[in-house]
C-alpha cells in the first residue's frame, strides 16, 4: 500500500486552432462552460510577466486561452498558441502513441451522446462497446477537430470495480 495520498486531477488542457469554435462545441455538445464567459488573449508585447511566458519560453509571444467548467470540478483547458502558431498532429489517431490520448465524460446513454457529435461534426472512433464484463457500455467518439473523447455510463471507479469483480 503506498503511503502517498492519491492527488485529484485537478484540469487538462487541449491545444487547438479554433478556441471560440472549440469552447462553443464543447458547451453545447458536452455541456462545459466557459467560466466567466471570457476567453483571455495574452501577449508578450503587453504582458511580459505573464505566468505562461516563464512556463513555455521565450518562442512563445502570443496565446488565447480559455477555462471551462466542467460536470464533476475537474477543469478543461483550452489553449490556441498564436505565436508561435497551431501544428496540427500530422497523424490523426494513434492510440500507441507516447502521452495523453483521450479523455472520457460519463453520460447514461453514450449511444445518444455519440450521435449528438456525429451531428454537430465529429465522427467515432470504433463502435460502441460493452466493458467491466458487460456491466458498463462505452463509445468512443472524435470532436470536429480530432480529439479523442470517450463517453462511458459508470463512473471510473465503478467501472474498474465491476471489471476486477468480474476477473476474479
Known amino acids: 500500500m ?23 462545441w464543447y458547451t453545447d455538445i458536452l ?6 464567459n471570457r476567453i483571455f488573449h495574452i501577449k508578450r508585447s503587453e504582458s511580459p510577466s505573464a505566468a ?10 502570443e496565446v488565447k486561452l480559455a477555462y471551462m467548467a466542467t460536470g464533476n470540478g475537474v477543469g ?27 479523455v472520457c465524460v460519463t453520460n447514461a446513454d453514450p449511444d445518444a451522446l455519440a450521435e449528438k457529435v456525429l451531428k454537430s461534426g465529429g465522427s467515432r472512433q470504433g463502435v460502441t462497446v460493452k466493458v467491466a464484463g ?7 467518439v472524435k470532436d470536429p477537430w480530432g480529439n479523442v473523447v470517450e463517453i462511458l ?10 471489471d476486477a469483480a468480474n476477473k476474479s
Open 2 to 24: 503506498s503511503l502517498t495520498h492519491a492527488h485529484p486531477i485537478n484540469h487538462v488542457a487541449v491545444s487547438v486552432n479554433d478556441i471560440e469554435a472549440v469552447t462553443k
Open 31 to 36: 455541456g462545459f462552460q466557459v467560466i466567466g
Open 52 to 61: 505562461i511566458f516563464a512556463i513555455y519560453g521565450d518562442e512563445l509571444q
Open 76 to 102: 478543461f483547458e483550452v489553449f490556441q498558441f498564436l505565436d508561435p502558431g497551431f501544428k496540427k498532429n500530422a497523424v490523426d489517431f494513434e492510440y500507441n502513441r507516447g502521452g495523453f490520448f483521450h
Open 134 to 140: 458487460g456491466a458498463a457500455t462505452c463509445a468512443y
Open 153 to 162: 455510463d459508470a463512473s471510473f471507479d465503478r467501472m474498474a470495480t465491476m
